[in-house]
């Protein structure tokens, strides 16, 4: 992870140089540490170095961490949660990146219409986490904050889609195998407790 942070470090170097330089020779420098950046990144994860370039060029800018919305929706005392065809059949929340000109809460209402065939409506923002702090693995190219919200279902019905092959309510101690990845047990834990205890705050960090 220490490694991993650096890599990402010198892409955010790179990005925001190339973004602000007027100068050839400045420029070569800062798409010369991009390379160093990927040659790091492939090292440590499962992406070839084509792919990592690829996912560089995609940004530009100022860089800034990339935000990951999840729905939290509550049916009997249950929680819902969806089968990833992306990662071997686990399960997780439904959610995904946030998308251009959309609010965070926008964008994880049509997540979960999308993923998971229910209509919702947020409620509250339980949690803003750091995904670094938090253990999930493999290790992202990118510098993530995963944004948690508590969402009531209004209409709807469980319909998979070309994301998810499964759709189902879980009790807190019957959880299926976790694409950790995206959302740890621990943190589902804490979610049953925002429901046991409405008024808690919202966590951070």
Same mark, same amino acid.
């Given at each position: 992870m220490?490694? !991993?942070?650096?890599?990402? =470090?010198?892409? %955010?170097?790179?990005?925001?140089?190339?973004h602000y330089t007027d100068s050839e020779y400045d420029r070569e420098r800062y798409e010369e540490i991009g390379d160093i950046a990927a040659e790091i990144t492939t090292s440590l994860?499962?992406?070839e170095k084509s792919e990592v370039v690829e996912l560089q060029?995609?940004?530009? %800018?100022?860089?800034?961490?990339?935000?990951?919305v999840r729905g939290v929706v509550f049916r009997d005392g249950k929680i819902l949660l969806?089968?990833?065809v992306a990662d071997n059949g686990r399960w997780t929340l439904p959610g995904g990146w946030a998308d251009l000109n959309e609010s965070a809460a926008e964008s994880v209402v049509?997540?979960?219409?999308?993923?998971?065939?229910?209509?919702?409506?947020?409620? =509250?923002?339980?949690?803003?986490?750091?995904?670094?702090?938090?253990?999930?693995e493999p290790p992202f190219p990118y510098h993530v904050y995963k944004h948690f919200f508590h969402?009531? !279902?209004?209409? %709807?019905?469980?319909?998979?889609?070309?994301?998810?092959? %499964? !759709?189902d309510f879980f009790v807190v101690d019957e959880l299926p195998e976790l694409s950790v990845s995206r959302v740890k047990e621990s943190q589902i834990r804490r979610f049953f407790e925002h429901l046991e205890n409405p008024n808690m705050p919202t966590d951070f960090d």
């Open positions: 220490h490694w !991993i942070k650096i890599a990402r =470090k010198l892409q %955010g170097i790179s990005q925001t140089g190339l994860s499962t992406l060029a995609a940004e530009f %800018g100022y860089a800034t961490p990339k935000v990951d969806v089968r990833e049509r997540e979960i219409r999308e993923e998971s065939g229910y209509e919702t409506e947020v409620l =509250k923002l339980l949690a803003v986490y750091d995904r670094e702090k938090h253990g999930h969402c009531r !279902i209004t209409g %709807g019905e469980a319909v998979t889609s070309h994301e998810t092959s %499964g !759709i």
